[in-house]
């Protein structure tokens, strides 16, 4: 394959951002909440879950970029997920979304 249509570039760069948006999102929870005067496992279970979702974007960015046909899937589960993130995850989402489900170039990629 020559090249790789601009659609699969943008999801793989925005699936990209967002895991470290999310990751780092784990990381200041758990410095911040985890270790309190509470023994609370909440905080921790939450850190836990954001990190999970932070290595599935990067998985999933990876995927992309390798045009392995398990990542659409993966990615539009994802973005569903981000879309309640305002305004950041609904903006990434929708525009995952587009390229994922309607452009043409990148559907026909996945084929």
């Excluded at 905080?43 to 995927?63: C, D, E, K, Q, R």
């Excluded at 899937?73 to 609904?90: D, E, F, H, K």
């Amino acid at each position: 394959m020559a090249d790789k249509p601009t659609g699969i570039k943008i999801c793989t760069i925005l699936f990209a951002i967002y895991g470290v948006i999310i990751s780092s999102f784990s990381g200041v929870f758990f410095i911040v909440f985890v270790g309190g005067p509470s023994n609370d496992a909440m905080p921790t279970i939450i850190s836990i879950v954001f990190l999970i979702l932070g290595i599935l974007n990067f998985i999933t960015a990876y995927g992309m970029w390798n045009l392995k046909s398990w990542a659409r899937i993966l990615g539009i589960i994802l973005a569903v997920m981000s879309l309640p993130n305002i305004p950041i995850g609904t903006i990434i989402g929708i525009v995952i979304l587009y390229f994922l489900l309607i452009d043409a170039k990148t559907k026909e990629v996945f084929k």
